[in-house]
């Protein structure tokens, strides 16, 4: 079945420091690709998103390109703030499907000012 | 994107009740929404796909009986734990199905049964 492997964390850096959280997905065909991320005690926000090969998804400095060749969508941010402190969710949802999300594990982030 | 909330945000609970949670579509009309349990430190696992006018459909594993779910409307859906007990303690989030493979979530709800 469809799958979403998320580098382990949790990843501790200092503000300014260079991020990736790692993901790799398994899936047919071309699956939508997601980032989302989760602040303390909230649900879910869409932190971006990349449909197809190739796509690169950006969004408050975050940036992901969906590579299919790797069945890859790295999550990369140049410089991290302490207000990034959150977990990051890696997720997939499959082409053609009823839009259900598959999540990976999830990554933890701290940012240390 | 569409503004979903959650009612109540935190809920404690004794062993034995019942307890429902609400999630609201506040602009968007909802004809499917997606529940999910959450442990700590884990991810998401999704346990059923709420369609409006009719029954859920639960992911394997998910008792049905003890998770009841209604979707009477295009902008709500509700969860209710039935005969809550401590391992039911969880953060439970509902989402809603958007546009083009978006899914817009809720804030969520702490579950604490005693």
């Known amino acids: 079945g469809d799958s979403v492997t998320q580098m382990e964390g949790p990843v501790t850096l200092s503000e300014e420091a260079f991020l990736t959280i790692n993901c790799t997905y398994t899936a047919t065909g071309y699956p939508s690709l997601f980032w989302y991320v989760q602040y303390p005690g909230e649900g879910l926000q869409l932190l971006l998103k990349a449909t197809k090969a190739d796509d690169k998804g950006s969004n408050k400095g975050f940036e992901a390109t969906y590579r299919k060749e790797t069945t890859s969508f790295h999550l990369e941010k140049g410089s991290v703030q302490v207000s990034d402190s959150a977990v990051y969710f890696c997720?997939?949802?499959?082409?053609?499907?009823?839009?259900?999300?598959?999540f990976g594990s999830g990554t933890q982030l701290t940012v240390l000012p | 994107g569409a503004v979903v909330s959650q009612h109540p945000s935190r809920v404690i609970c004794k062993s034995g009740t019942s307890v429902k949670i609400e999630c609201r579509s506040l602009?968007?009309?909802?004809?499917?929404m997606f529940w999910y349990r959450q442990f700590p430190k884990q991810s998401l696992m999704l346990m059923a796909t709420?369609?409006?006018?009719?029954?859920?459909?639960?992911e394997q594993g998910v008792e049905k009986d003890k998770f009841l779910i209604n979707h009477a409307s295009l902008t709500l859906s509700t969860l209710t734990v039935t005969s809550a007990h401590p391992e039911d303690s969880s953060f439970y989030i509902c989402?809603?199905?958007?546009?083009?493979?978006?899914?817009?979530f809720g804030p969520g709800t702490r579950l604490t049964v005693l």
């Open positions: 709420s369609n409006e006018g009719s029954k859920a459909t639960y």
């Open positions: 989402s809603l199905a958007g546009g083009y493979n978006e899914q817009f």
């Open positions: 997720a997939l949802i499959p082409s053609g499907s009823a839009r259900q999300l598959t």
């Open positions: 602009d968007f009309q909802a004809t499917t």
